[in-house]
Structures are given as C-alpha cells and as structure tokens.
C-alpha cells in the first residue's frame, strides 16, 4: 500500500498563490501516477493535473496558471498554483495509481481563495 500526507492549502487572496506538497510512503515503486484532484462544495471531483514519468496534463481552466512536479528522491509531488481565482476554492486531494491498478488518495487539504 501508498500512504500519503498532503500539506500546503490555505487562504489567500484572489492572484495570490499557493504550493501543495504530497509525500508517498509505503510502495512506491508501484508508483505509476501521481496527481491532484479537487472538489468545490456541490461539485463532482475532477481532475487538476497529472503526472506519469514526465508526462503532464492539466485541466483546461487551470493551465498556464497551475504547474506539477515530481521530486522521485523525495517522493513527492507538488502543485504551485499561481494567478488564483475564487473559482479555484475546493479541497484538493492527492492521487496516486500504482502498477497493479490500485488508487489512493490523500487526506484533503482546503484551499480558498477570497475575492
């Protein structure tokens, strides 16, 4: 099994930015996929960006604003989250997809952003 512990959320004001960290322990060289999600209240979950290998995609309303990366020393993959918008507000979570096709996912951490 991944465990996985979220820490960076917060608020701030609307241009502002924020950094998430997400650091992997456990099975991690099962790791195939890491990425964040984020749920608004009243909202589904969707997708804010993924990263496999070197690969990357975002969700359209947060490229060119939002950038993840990966530390593979560390275990650790980040979300910097510039230009922030109120629309940005939510829980984000953290994913991982492992090899044998399992997911997990992190605790959650608030980020809200004041108009």
């Known amino acids: 099994q991944v465990q996985l512990v979220e820490s960076g959320g917060g608020l701030v004001q609307a241009g502002g930015s924020l950094r998430l960290s997400c650091a992997a322990s456990g099975r991690i060289f099962s790791i195939r996929a890491m990425g964040w999600y984020r749920q608004a209240p009243g909202k589904q979950r969707e997708l804010v960006a993924r990263?496999?290998?070197?690969?990357?995609n975002y969700a359209d309303s947060v490229k060119g604003r939002f950038t993840i990366s990966r530390d593979n020393a560390k275990n650790t993959v980040y979300l910097q989250m510039n230009s922030l918008k109120p629309e940005d507000t939510a829980v984000y979570y953290c994913?991982?997809?492992?090899?044998?096709?399992?997911?997990?996912w992190g605790q959650g951490t608030q980020v809200t952003v004041s108009s």
């Open positions: 994913n991982v997809a492992t090899t044998s096709g399992s997911n997990t």
């Open positions: 990263i496999i290998s070197s690969t990357t």
